[in-house]
């Protein structure tokens, strides 16, 4: 089964540190982009980073770069967040979400596995 | 940046019901537009790529439309577990994908 599997959210204080872990299974991993995707509790869906497969391109959004972190061990099948000077927006869950890549009448990607998301708090 | 705008915002509707979905994106992005369904605790589920493409195990009474700025997610018959958010996606800028604001679909 294909499966994506977070761990490592919590509550942390302001300025604090965490660090997402996101285990991947049923598909070869190493072939694939992925990314983290958070959804602040009662709004919409925000992109948060993206790495892809070899890891040799890494983007961010405006409002968590330089604070965050995203990379990949396809060894150990696994993608990583590491975020740094949390702030109580930052409060969310945080999915991992698959990038595939579709060729149609455009070659496009779309994120179609996810998993079933992290809880990250920022509260002192 | 580009920026999507989903209207409207909430939707009522009934069982059986044709709904219509809006997508605007700040910018042209071609087709490169996908859809998502999302249930209240659950990870959010991709309906459409490409703008009208149905992923694999949809119901094929979902359907998109659209290229450029303008799209619509269109469901043709309502059924009880299509009540949800939808979350429109440009992909046209790899570097900074944007979702919609969400639509939310209730029961009227």
């Known amino acids: 089964e294909v499966q994506l599997v977070e761990s490592g959210g919590g509550l942390v204080k302001p300025g604090g540190s965490l660090r997402l872990s996101c285990a991947a299974s049923?598909?070869?991993?190493?072939?694939?982009?992925m990314n983290w995707v958070r959804q602040a509790p009662g709004k919409g869906l925000e992109w948060v980073s993206s790495i892809s497969s070899s890891s040799s391109y890494i983007y961010y959004a405006d409002s968590v770069k330089g604070r965050f972190t995203i990379s990949r061990d396809n060894a150990k099948n696994s993608l990583y967040l590491q975020m740094n000077s949390l702030r109580a927006e930052d409060t969310a869950v945080y999915y991992c979400a698959r990038g595939v890549t579709m060729i149609v009448v455009v070659i496009i990607d779309a994120f179609d596995i996810w998993g079933q998301g992290t809880m990250v708090t920022v509260s002192s | 940046d580009i920026q999507m705008t989903q209207s409207p915002s909430s939707l009522s509707a009934s069982v059986g019901d044709r709904v219509t979905i809006t997508c605007r994106a700040s910018?042209?992005?071609?087709?490169?537009l996908n859809w998502y369904q999302q249930k209240p605790g659950k990870a959010p589920k991709l309906l459409i790529y490409?703008?009208?493409s149905l992923q694999s195990g949809v119901p094929s009474r979902f359907s998109g439309s659209g290229s450029g700025t303008d799209f619509t997610l269109t469901i043709s018959s309502l059924q009880p577990e299509d009540f949800a958010t939808y979350y429109c996606?440009?992909?046209?800028?790899?570097?900074?994908?944007?979702f919609g604001q969400g639509t939310k679909l209730e029961i009227k």
């Open positions: 910018q042209s992005i071609s087709s490169y």
């Open positions: 490409a703008a009208s």
């Open positions: 996606q440009q992909s046209y800028s790899t570097s900074m994908y944007t």
């Open positions: 049923g598909f070869t991993f190493s072939s694939y982009s």
